[in-house]
């Protein structure tokens, strides 16, 4: 296709704002599929992504409108996948904002449309859900221009839901959107997007070509991997697959090059020709590094094997989290696995749970922290660590400094929050940086430490605002910290999984916490249970769970068999899902809920 007649672009908005809806409207109205085929959003494709509406893997379609080819590349809609929003960004030269007319403008859509900026886009802004009796477009359009600085005087108005405005969309995107350039004649350069398993293709590799073209039969090479493969396949999606020859610049389609693992086909890797290479590969390349650990054991130790067929298939998915085996003298063998954020963990846990059928136990997530030990005697330099087991954090003797990672959040509120949401994040150790009204509503600034955020800062900044909130964060590297391992004693016996990495100041209150939770959590035993939280040898809180008097069948007078053999078959069912401490047997579920903060 010519240069000129090409459109790339992507779709940036808040979290339920309408992207997918709007998306499946365009590839509608173009032709790409039928009403009845509209039924199920089409481009979130994954199970779990469809229930939770969320857009996990960022997708493109190939659309054809009066002559243009548009390219719509779909981005993921969370935070914890800031990175692949970025690469997708950065093979288009435009955006449509979308943003809701009832709602107005939210801290991700600001943070989106500042990546968007970043890359020279040329933005568009759509006010969606002008349906709605509660849309107030005017003051939407308003709000864009005065919080993001838009000229938003040609906004389109739509509603995608009813099929509104979407011509108006497709034409502004041939006449705002600028085409995209390159060389035809340069060696080949694309821009690996994205890249997925297929159980019938092997993995997919979607593509922005820069310079230069790719072609069935060709060698290439990935510049960052190092690695030649020759490609078998080129294509788009309509959104349904259709095989092509060849991809010229500006263009956007996918190849596959029989590559069995998605590790070797990592986003923001650059791709060239093997016998006529590039110089310099695209800039911008970087891996992924997951910021939150956590094990996951099977809660059947026979699962074990169940359990590491089912992490290494999903692996084969998704490049950005990783595993490797750990032993817990209280849960047995599992992993250590690493995300990039909680969300991505709740997607992979319940994945393993849902579509693998495996009862887990997810031990109390962590972030990175980063240990500078003294120097003993030989040792010619100090040795940083990096500690992503709160379980292995050596003798405190040993340590000279722990740093911890921080954050930078922006948080958009309604002013009757305000005060609530300042004092939640004063709790979490927040520095406040910045706080500023705009249409009503503060936009707050804050640094604070990831450890304080993991947890349940977003769930309980929601709860806080009544979901009018809105949140968004990125790092900003490490500082040092007055950090500390408590350790959580239950019947005298450290339960490894629940120890986790506290700062001094407020261990305390987390300590006391814990405890009173557990002690909620974990059922009666025939025998007294203390539960306990330490640092070192230190108890800094302490409950005790009372003992049960009664064997529960007791209560049947032997008299009932069917009423006893009920009740016994319940306790057994009960015991599948606990996992006994010593003597003391702790319900799944505690692991988790004892994290919630109060
Ligand atoms: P993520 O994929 O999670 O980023 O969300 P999204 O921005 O893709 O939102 P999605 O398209 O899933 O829409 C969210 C909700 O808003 C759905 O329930 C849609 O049916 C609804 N919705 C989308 N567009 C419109 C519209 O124009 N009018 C109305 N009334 N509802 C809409």
Redesign the pocket.
């Known amino acids: 296709t010519e240069l000129s007649r090409i459109r790339n672009f992507s779709i940036i ?1 808040h ?8 998306a499946d409207r365009l590839i509608q109205r173009t032709g790409g599929l039928s009403e009845r085929e509209m039924s199920s ?1 089409v481009l ?1 494709n994954m199970d779990i992504e469809k229930e939770r ?3 996990i893997k960022a997708q493109t379609v190939r659309l054809e409108w009066n002559g243009y080819t548009l390219n719509l590349m779909d981005t993921p ?1 969370h935070v914890d996948f800031a990175y692949e929003v970025s690469r997708s960004l950065a093979a288009c030269e435009g955006a449509l904002l ?1 943003v809701d007319a009832a709602q107005g403008v939210e801290a991700q859509t600001l943070a989106n449309v500042y990546q968007s900026i970043e890359h020279d886009h040329e933005i568009v802004p759509v006010i ?2 002008i ?2 009796p509660a849309a107030e477009p005017e003051k939407v359009r308003a709000e864009i221009e005065e919080i993001i600085g838009l000229d938003a005087s040609e906004a389109v108005l ?5 099929g509104i405005g979407i011509d108006e969309v497709l034409d502004a995107i041939v006449a705002k959107i600028p085409p995209p350039k390159g060389d035809a004649a340069a060696p080949l350069k694309a821009m690996l997007v994205d890249s997925w398993y297929d159980p019938y293709l092997g993995v997919v590799i979607l593509v922005r070509v820069i310079d230069g073209t790719l072609k069935k039969g060709q060698q290439i090479k990935f510049m960052q991997a190092g690695t030649t493969h020759l490609i078998d396949r080129v294509g788009c999606f309509r959104p349904k697959i259709e095989q092509l020859t060849e991809l010229g610049p500006g263009e956007i389609g996918f190849i596959t090059a029989q590559i069995k693992d998605v590790a070797q086909a990592r986003v923001g890797d650059t791709l060239t020709d093997a016998r006529r290479p590039a110089d310099t590969p695209l800039p911008g390349f970087r891996e992924v590094q997951p910021v939150v650990f956590c094990g996951l054991f099977p809660t059947d130790a026979n699962d074990f094997e169940k359990l590491r067929e089912s992490i290494s298939k999903l692996r084969l998915n998704d490049a950005s989290f990783s595993f490797e085996m750990e032993t817990s003298a209280a849960l047995g063998f599992g992993f250590r696995c690493g995300f990039l954020g909680l969300l991505h963990l709740e997607i992979i846990q319940e994945r393993l749970t849902r579509e693998y059928d495996l009862d887990l136990i997810t031990t109390a997530p962590s972030v990175v922290y980063r240990l500078q030990l003294t120097r003993s005697a030989g040792e010619a330099e100090a040795r940083t660590i990096e500690l992503h087991n709160p379980a292995d954090m050596p003798d405190p003797n040993k340590i000279d400094t722990i740093e911890e990672p921080w954050i930078e959040a922006t948080i958009y509120v309604p002013d009757e929050y305000l005060g609530a949401i300042l004092k939640l994040c004063q709790d979490r150790r927040g520095i406040q940086k910045n706080l500023t009204y705009v249409g009503g509503r503060a936009q707050l600034t804050y640094e604070l430490p990831l450890n304080e955020v993991v947890f349940d800062f977003y769930d309980r900044l929601k709860s806080i605002s009544r979901g009018y909130a809105s949140f968004d964060y990125h790092q900003i590297g490490y500082r040092e910290g007055d950090l500390v391992k408590m350790s959580i004693l239950v019947n005298n016996e450290p339960v490894d999984a629940l120890s986790m990495i506290v700062h001094r100041g407020t261990a305390e209150t987390r300590g006391r916490g814990m405890c009173e939770r557990l002690k909620d959590l974990i059922p009666r035993h025939l025998f007294k249970i203390p539960i306990q939280a330490a640092i070192g040898g230190k108890v800094i809180a302490r409950e005790t769970i009372a003992a049960l008097r009664k064997d529960v069948t007791a209560k049947c007078y032997g008299g009932d068999i069917t009423r006893k053999r009920k009740l016994l078959e319940k306790q057994k069912e009960g015991k599948k899902r606990m996992r006994e401490y010593g003597s003391v047997q702790i319900p799944q579920e505690a692991f988790i809920a004892a994290l919630r903060m109060g």
Do not use: C, P, R
């Open positions: 908005a979290i339920d704002h309408g992207k997918s809806t709007l959003q979130d509406g969320i857009t809609g979308v969606n859900k349906d709605l739509a509603s995608a839901k009813s």
